[in-house]
């Protein structure tokens, strides 16, 4: 068996089907004895949902993740960034921090008490982001927090000084490396 870690290229939001088939790989390759992973990460963001999930699964499984910035880690994207134990970004990269926002679709109507658990949710959520990006970066909660709701872009030198960043390299696998690639097209209409 190889000591390469499998590669998996994660070019894609962060959204059920994606998450789906990032876990779903890392699944299939654990039962064949593989312990190392390297997730490349370029995506614009997503669900709050699956973004914490995928971190927790990556966090708790028996397995050695490196996750690798190649483009730009937005949003929730961040917090599945900080699954790896260690983590690298290429020299032409970004990072986006923003606070959590709520979509309603045309014509809602919310009574009082819908809208006051909605905005509870939101600063659940906001504190569970800032929770994982602090326990990862030597920052507090509250200072993510305040970069979060200031729309904070880092770029990799910057993420490096903030402990987010691990290590700015361009090579992103040795040659030969096993390579599974998740990506999603959003449908064009017509």
């Not at 990460?41 to 699964?57: D, E």
């Not at 926002?101 to 008490?113: D, G, I, M, Y």
Request: with cysteine.
């Amino acid at each position: 068996m190889s000591t390469k870690p499998v590669v998996i290229k994660f070019f894609a939001p962060v959204i059920d089907i994606t998450i789906n088939a990032l876990m779903g790989a890392i699944d299939r390759k654990m039962k064949e004895g593989v312990t190392n992973f390297t997730i490349l990460i370029s995506s614009p963001g997503g669900s709050v949902f699956y973004g914490l999930s995928a971190y927790n699964y990556l966090k708790g499984i028996p397995a050695t993740i490196t996750t690798h910035n190649f483009g730009s880690v937005d949003s929730i994207g961040v917090v599945l960034y900080c699954g790896g134990s260690k983590r690298l970004s290429v020299p032409q990269a970004r990072f986006l921090l923003h606070g959590v926002s709520a979509n309603f679709p045309q014509n809602t109507r919310l009574e009082e008490k819908q809208l006051e658990e909605r905005l509870k949710g939101l600063r659940i959520d906001t504190e569970n982001i800032a929770k994982v990006i602090a326990a990862n970066t030597g920052k507090s909660a509250k200072e993510v927090i305040e970069a979060m709701l200031e729309r904070t872009t880092l770029n990799p030198e910057e993420a490096q000084a903030w402990g987010l960043v691990h290590e700015i390299k361009s090579e992103l696998f040795e040659v030969g490396s096993e390579v599974i690639s998740i990506q999603f097209q959003q449908q064009q209409s017509a």
